[in-house]
């Protein structure tokens, strides 16, 4: 029998693991509510009782205090350390931050770019980081968080931005490019305190909507190919894989993610080109798929037998000699029945 990591690398390396692989995300209240209905004391158990192989390492913000206030209407507002604030609104299923201050609006050249403040990656503290890859020896170890793109669109609104990349294009690209030198260097430190046990590095970019890309492909390749080339090339220097998350219709751009040695795209939404029989016919074999279980539909809405179906169709689909990780589409959130949730992992994950 594999080990997580073992079975992991394995998918995703296109070779036969002795069963699918399996993540699991899910927003805090999920979790929460979880952790309440098993009688379970900690995130352990759960990823236990669902076999799960992949858990998440991350360093300690150890940098400047950050501000934290309650606004006029007694909302709590957070800043982040790349300066932008998001205020957090509370639901009935939840509480959502959503970017209330943008600290880069109005940057529009070259020089304006070069003197916006960035997070320094001294302001972390690596040394945790190997303690927590020690308390899962068996499991593949992941880390990462919003890439260059998705903290552009937090750091200035994203119609701003998408004007920079038409009229000032070299503007654009340095904000990007001062956005990678940081990744690099934070990620660079990750893996080498890992000494060896990261496996995955995870940047979010969420180049899509739900029709469509955000941009044209030619605009992605001019703006975000190199440097996804620059990113992947340090994961795998340090024997990682790369793991590129981005929500919506990406289809199109999965051939030049391919070319710039990305390993593994997720999280394969229910949307135009993303169905996992066309997704296998083209590009099976040549980068690994994960996720894909509908987070805005079934598993909201479905019956867990109607989950089971779709996650069996999924997982028969998209592994063929490995090629595929087990997972929903995006987080587990609040409104999706626990029933639902055990439906996704009580799936048969064994390969014959």
Known sequence: MMTSR????????HQNPDRIPAAFEAVDSVRKRLLAHYGFTSYDQLIEKFGIDIVPVTPRYIGPPLKEYRNEKGQLVRQSYWGYE???????????????????????????????????????????????????????????????????????????????????????????????????????????????????????????????????????????????KKLTALAHKYGAFYQQHSCGAVRPIIPYLIDCNVDVLEPLQKVEGLDPDSLQAEFGGKITFHGGIDTQDILPHG???????????????????????LMASQCFEGDVPIENIEAVYQVDRSVQ
């Open 6 to 13: 073992e079975r992991v690398r394995a998918a995703i390396t």
């Open 303 to 325: 019956t867990p037998e109607q989950v089971s179906a779709e996650t069996a169709h999924y997982m028969h689909t998209l592994h063929q000699n490995g090629g595929y990780i």
């Open 86 to 228: 998001e205020t957090l609104y509370e639901t009935a299923i939840d509480t959502y931050g959503i970017t209330s201050y943008y600290p880069f609006h109005g940057a529009e050249t070259v020089e304006d770019i070069d003197r916006l403040p960035f997070p320094d990656p001294d302001w972390f503290d690596y040394s945790s980081i190997k303690e927590q890859c020690d308390k899962y020896p068996d499991k593949a170890i992941i880390t990462g968080h919003e890439g260059p793109f998705q903290i552009v669109t937090f750091l200035m609104e994203m119609d701003e931005f998408f004007m920079l990349m038409v009229d000032e294009p070299e503007a654009a690209k340095r904000l990007l490019e001062r956005m990678v030198d940081f990744e690099l260097e934070y990620y660079k430190r990750i893996l080498e305190a890992g000494e060896g046990r990261i496996d995955i590095i995870r940047p979010h970019d969420d180049y899509g909507t739900q029709i469509s890309l955000l941009f044209s492909v030619d605009m992605w390749k001019e703006f975000f190919m190199e440097n996804t």
